[in-house]
């Protein structure tokens, strides 16, 4: 792609605003939280203390916002904690430009490897270096300093006993995730009516695996319909995979085929009902005629075999879904746990140490953000132009560990900030609000920003914009004198964020064939741990074929998202054409459809054993490791083991003869595509 098509595109997603479903009364508890500690600290302290207790609150606020399981109080009290020390220890040192750029680096360069933890801590430390940008300034000795600090504290401490006294939608975001994993099932199901070979996107189940994690205390506190579901649809997937697949599955055309559509559409609505009745917390509405049609002895006549069995199956793990759904399922099973924040500690440092390498694009944001920040800081200061800190607070905001969003976001950015400022200086000079009303009308603007935050950057930066402005307005600036300054340093501020993604950047490109490579030998250990089980079926599956799954999946999920990302880079790929891609994310997807249709009818305990797939396990781990090194060197894969091991297969089982099959089909046709990359 060329960097002007990368620009046009970057720019349209910046500008972008997607539909999401709002949440009023969440905003209004954060805008109502922000109300009482501005207009605390204004009747007992004054505007300026108001202001900084004002950031504290806000700040909070948008923390709690963020994709997180995490509890939300302990959000908004890590947000005021770690912005109130950030702000006492930058004015600190703030009355010495060379020692407070020193610091500002140092901050600000942890703050980009706090992306090693996660995208919540690193939106969470990067807001907070924006902010002490602003709330250094505002303190006049080191007594007010601690005064400042300490009222932003109570802005997090406030937000968070708000959330505990007034909660909005209890494990809200824990039900939206089942409830979209069993939607996204049923639209599986539906899908698979018309198109018995459909791919199943495994996003939505691994958020819900994410969402179901929980501390011994919050398991004890968990709605019984959240307790047990997950587990149930996890294992529902491959049985509808089963029933529709003609490899193993149904026959092509015939009562079999009609019987097969006709559970399928049963099966799509129950998980539908189901997903409503866990998003919203009420009963399970039953489809009329949708359980009568699973359970109609025709499925029994007309189906045998495989077909069959996954049938009685689906039956039967319907009902378990119904019934947990209901929340009359057990309680009892293994609890999915959370550790806490001091023994995640550990983890997280090695994360970050992890990343200290030069070839890491989370090391290579931390530098490029630190530079960028500091350079904006002392231009901003040198251009005397009043305000200063609009440049890096502009960058660390807009500045991501990839090009798209740095891109989009510098655009949105600077397109709010123009409106946004624009509006709420024509209210300030049309109507020359006082000190209530400037207190107002930014409480209204924080509100709106709560509102839309996730229909879209530009949307919310419109409303932060006009916030800062109304704050400010609070302590005595004039708002007239400084629009054309922010306006001009935020663009500037957007301009070195995109002039330093350009010049030192960590394209995701170049490191597809890696992310490929891992995903190959993930599906191939999967697999290998399914076929194993055929040979030993005296051991009933464990954890090692349950990790191998999702080892399999979260590959999947990294190379899928590296190759988003990638897509949209001004880069020319070497050795991995998009057609070669593509085609590779083909034929690995249908290599794992092939083993989860392997796992859907793993056999019982104390089945016969079949001891050709021992063999064959084995050469999927050899050759599997064997042809992840050969696509991250750029040579041809062979699969010399696994053809041996088919070819001296002799065992006409219903259903490793197909799925065996499927796994070589989708072998030769990565290797193909693999190849006529490399030729290209």
């Not at 959000?75 to 040192?93: D, E, N």
């Not at 300490?150 to 401490?157: E, R």
């Not at 993930?522 to 990790?547: K, S, T």
């Amino acid at each position: 792609m060329t960097w002007l098509r990368a620009l046009k595109d970057t720019t349209r997603s910046g500008l972008t605003l997607e539909r999401h479903r709002l949440e009023p009364l969440v905003a209004l508890r954060g805008a109502v939280g922000l109300a009482l500690v501005v207009g605390t600290a204004l009747a007992l302290f004054g505007p300026v203390v108001a202001v900084s207790s004002a950031f504290g609150a806000f700040q909070a606020a948008i923390a709690t916002l963020q994709r997180s399981w995490r509890p939300r109080p302990v959000l908004a009290l890590i947000s005021g904690g770690t912005l109130a020390v950030s702000t006492f220890i930058g004015y600190l040192v703030g009355f010495q430009l060379p020692l407070f750029v020193a610091l500002l680096f140092l901050w600000t360069f942890a703050a980009g490897l706090a992306w090693a933890i996660g995208p919540t801590t690193g939106i969470i430390a990067a807001s907070n270096v924006a902010i002490m940008l602003v709330t250094v300034t505002l303190p006049t000795s080191v007594a007010t300093a601690a005064g400042h600090a300490a009222m932003i504290a109570v802005g997090g401490l406030v937000q968070a006993a708000l959330i505990v006294l007034f909660p909005v939608r209890r494990w809200g975001a824990q039900r939206d995730a089942l409830a979209d994993a069993l939607a996204a099932e049923a639209d599986y199901a539906r899908r698979l009516r018309h198109d018995p070979t459909a791919s199943f996107d495994p996003g939505p189940l691994m958020v819900a695996r994410s969402a179901a994690a929980v501390t011994p205390r919050e398991a004890r506190r968990r709605p019984a319909e959240l307790h047990g579901t997950r587990a149930v649809a996890e294992r529902i997937r491959p049985v509808l995979a089963s029933l529709a697949d003609p490899a193993v599955g149904a026959s092509p055309e015939g009562p079999e085929r009609e019987r097969v559509r006709d559970v399928l559409a049963a099966a799509a609505a129950l998980l539908d009902a189901a997903a409503r009745a866990v998003r919203y917390g009420v009963p399970v509405r039953m489809p009329a005629g949708a359980m009568a049609a699973l359970k109609t002895p025709d499925t029994v006549t007309v189906l045998s075999g495989p077909p069959r069995r996954a049938a009685l199956r689906l039956v039967a793990l319907l009902d378990d879904v119904v019934e947990e759904a209901e929340g009359d399922g057990t309680e009892e099973g293994p609890i999915y746990d959370r550790p806490s924040l001091l023994s995640l500690l550990p983890g997280a440092l090695r994360s970050v140490r992890g990343e200290l390498r030069w070839s890491s694009p989370v090391l290579r944001h931390a530098i490029r953000v630190s530079v960028v920040v500091c350079a904006g800081y002392v231009l901003g200061a040198a251009l005397s132009l009043g305000h200063g800190y609009w440049a890096p607070m502009t960058s660390v905001m807009v500045m991501r560990p990839d090009f798209s969003q740095t891109y989009s976001r510098s655009v949105a950015r600077f397109g709010g900030t123009l409106v946004g400022v624009g509006l709420a200086t024509a209210v300030e000079q049309v109507a020359h609000p006082g000190v209530a009303i400037s207190c107002a009308l930014a409480i209204l603007c924080a509100f709106g920003m709560y509102l839309v935050m996730r229909t879209g950057y530009v949307a919310s930066n419109i409303c932060t914009s006009a916030y800062v402005v109304f704050l400010l307005g609070m302590a005595g600036e004039e708002a007239g004198q400084t629009v054309p300054e922010r306006v001009l340093l935020t663009l500037l501020g957007g301009l070195l964020a995109m002039l330093a993604y350009a010049l030192y950047p960590a394209w995701e490109t170049p490191r597809l064939r890696n992310r490929l490579a891992d995903w190959l030998m993930a599906d191939c250990r999967y697999a290998a741990a399914v076929v194993d089980h055929y040979a030993n079926p005296a051991d009933r599956p464990g954890e090692d074929l349950r990790q191998s799954l999702l080892d399999a999946r979260d590959a999947r999920i990294a190379w899928q998202e590296a190759l988003a990302r990638a897509i949209h880079e001004p880069v020319r790929a070497r050795g991995l054409t998009r057609a070669a891609a593509e085609s590779a994310d083909h034929a690995l997807g249908q290599f794992g459809r092939g083993a989860m249709l392997m796992e859907a009818h793993l056999p019982e305990h104390g089945a016969v054993p079949v001891p050709p797939a021992a063999e064959l396990a084995d050469a999927l781990r050899r050759d599997g490791e064997r042809a992840a090194r050969a696509v991250k060197e750029r040579r041809s894969l062979n699969w010399d083991r696994v053809q041996q091991a088919l070819a001296a297969w002799d065992d006409d089982h219903p259903v490793l003869g197909s799925g065996t099959v499927l796994l070589a089909e989708a072998l030769e046709e990565l290797t193909t595509a693999l190849d006529e990359g490399v030729r290209r």
